[in-house]
């Protein structure tokens, strides 16, 4: 159907003029600010300069910009990885009919459910040194000492990778879940009759079906976890010593601690372009998989 | 048909989805115990000698943040509606030179992090004069909401006929006519999937309004709870017991509408 072109503009007015304004604007104007002095006072005062690249030139010889990065690596991977795993096991168990399936379907979207602010208080408290872990597990005698789960710089990474994971369980499992539901009943009913096992089923059906899917939730869940910015501010705040920082909350405290907002939106820029190489990787994996 | 399995299944799967819920269950049983309980070794499981005190306690400290918080998300729900409705409407429905474009442009903004946007329009918003105001939150929560929610509108609106809008062209109608007294109606189950996830996200949104509202009196129950958490320490029970009150409207929600939340998010991921 066609619209005339007035009544088609004042549709779209409103949904434009908000994201060009609010979404697209700021971008840019991350570009203008990363090659800038800026600082709140020089901000307000309009007297930023231009530097040229020098915003870019001290990041990118700053030792904790290096650390955010790898971190940054290290969260989505694992994270991405083990969420697919569990989600997917997940959704196996669900993958057939028994008593009270709605409400525990239900209950496994809470952690999504649950505001950030909720889970990332209870991970502070649950992991510290003589929180719910430490002490559950010195009372099974499993351990000897506490472990400093966030409190060290080797570990704090990878127990806030663990807690994403967990953020992750239902958003992975609905996907993948609603991804089997499209296989077709007769695919299984006829390898039973060739006497395929469980877990041959598994591995020679549900895969291979769910590939354009699992591939969607790759990617999506990519993006998704690159951007994580809550859990890390509630949990540790990047520390001990920035050794937790993610991209996201590096760029934020350079920006609200130390007032540094041109090397912050330099940080910003950094990431846009990780994002926007990774976009196109992953449609050119897309465009393979046709 | 599908494999059925019986109780013994069940039981299986409700101990494994218990694992997975009991940082709730551990949040709910803190709120009735002392600091001291909470930090006792072993953990207890249940709370010894359970108390209402810190709920009450933690309730009245947080009503105001509450009703900041229902005024957030509620804005944002009313703002991320007017603003997606009408486009999805044209999305879906007409063909027009601009269109990959414009769809381009929707899963491009969904796409940009929070935190690239937090730093630009913290700057503009003290031009603007918005920081500390509910007005410049909920502005900035939409922008990422409204490409979601029209993403997710598109495949419900999908299945609306046609025919329907063309008959009513003929007859005479306005297209704006056409959109309330027709599309909207029509698109009712997909509006209220699209508002239960835009309230959940805009009730549990942590980093708008830990940028914009500096004020104490403005600031919702995502930031209020950081009242617990002072410099002399964490009063860990009350914020325990806060953490249960701000989870029980989603927690609400979730129970009573997870079909719609599931529909919902699968529609949107998959889209594009």
Known sequence: MKIPKISLFLFLIPSLALMLI???????????????????????????????FSNYREILGDPLFWKALSNTAIFTVISIVLQMVLGFLLALLFNREFPLKGLLQALVM???????????????????????LNNFLLALNWIKEPVRWITTEKMAIYSLTAVNVWLGIPFNFILLYTGMQQIPEELYESSEIDGATGWQKVVYITLPM?????????????I?????????????????????????????SLAFDRFQFGKSAAVLVLMQIIVVLFIGFSNRMKWEER | MKKRAGWKWSALVAVVVALIVSPLYFIAIGGFMSTEEIFYKPPYLFPPEPTLQYYREAFFTLLPYIKNSFILSFGTLLLTLI????????????????KSSLSFLFAFVQMIPYTAVIIPLFLMFTKMKLINSHFGAVLALSVFLVPFAIIILRSYMASIPSGLIEAAL???????????????????PGIASVSILVFLL??????????????????????GLYVFIGQYGVEWNKLMAGSMIYTIPPLIVALLAGRAIVAGLTAGAFKE
């Open chain 1, 22 to 52: 609010f979404g697209v604007y700021p971008i840019i104007y991350n570009v203008f600010l990363s090659l800038k002095d800026v600082n709140l006072i020089s901000y307000i005062r309009g007297t930023a300069q231009y530097i040229g």
């Open chain 1, 110 to 132: 809470i952690p999504w459910v649950m505001p950030i602010m909720v889970s990332g208080s209870f991970f502070r408290w649950f992991l510290s040194d003589n929180g719910f």
């Open chain 1, 210 to 222: 769910l590939k354009p899917v699992v591939i969607a939730t790759f990617i999506l869940g990519c």
């Open chain 1, 224 to 252: 998704l976890t690159f951007k994580v910015f809550d859990l890390v501010w509630i949990v540790t705040k990047g520390g001990p010593g920035g050794a937790s920082h993610l991209l996201s909350t590096f760029s934020y």
């Open chain 2, 83 to 98: 603003v997606a409705l009408p486009a999805s409407f044209v999305v879906t429905k007409f063909e027009f030179s601009m």
């Open chain 2, 170 to 188: 003929i007859d005479g109608a306005g297209y704006f006519k056409i959109f309330t007294n027709i599309f909207l109606p029509l698109s009712a």
């Open chain 2, 202 to 223: 805009a009730w549990g949104n942590f980093i708008v309004p830990l940028a914009f509202i500096k004020e104490e009196s403005m600031r919702p129950i995502s930031i």
